[in-house]
């Protein structure tokens, strides 16, 4: 098993910048593919960004496609993502979450065995 731990989250003005970070730990071999998916009050959790376990590949929804960035460390079991050009529509709570190598190539929870308790993000506007 691999325990994921959020942190970074909180309130901004919209057009702000936010930085999340995810600490994984235990079975960290498992951790092919990370990522982050976000779920607003009332709405269903939905995928926001992935990443390989080299990096090479990277996997964005539309809506946060030239805003926000994911990036990970291997040698501290880590992934960011930062979040730039905030909207008020960015608001929930942040998931990070962990999955085998088909993970990368879908948007799909479905995918992720893994996941964290979340972060709160919320934007002002």
């Known amino acids: 098993q691999v325990q994921l731990v959020e942190s970074g989250g909180g309130l901004v003005q919209a057009g702000g910048s936010l930085r999340l970070s995810c600490a994984a730990s235990g079975r960290t071999s498992s951790t092919y593919t990370l990522g982050w998916f976000r779920q607003a009050p009332g709405k269903e959790r939905e995928f926001v960004a992935a990443i390989s376990w080299t990096g090479g590949n990277t996997n964005y929804a539309d809506s946060v496609k030239d805003r926000f960035s994911i990036s990970r460390d291997n040698a501290k079991n880590a992934v960011y993502l930062q979040m730039n050009s905030l909207k008020p529509e960015d608001t929930g709570l942040y998931y990070c979450?962990?999955?085998?190598?088909?993970?990368?190539?879908?948007?799909?929870?479905?995918?992720?065995?893994?996941w964290g308790q979340g972060t709160q993000v919320t934007v002002s506007s």
């Open positions: 979450a962990a999955g085998g190598p088909v993970a990368i190539l879908r948007q799909r929870s479905t995918d992720f065995h893994s």
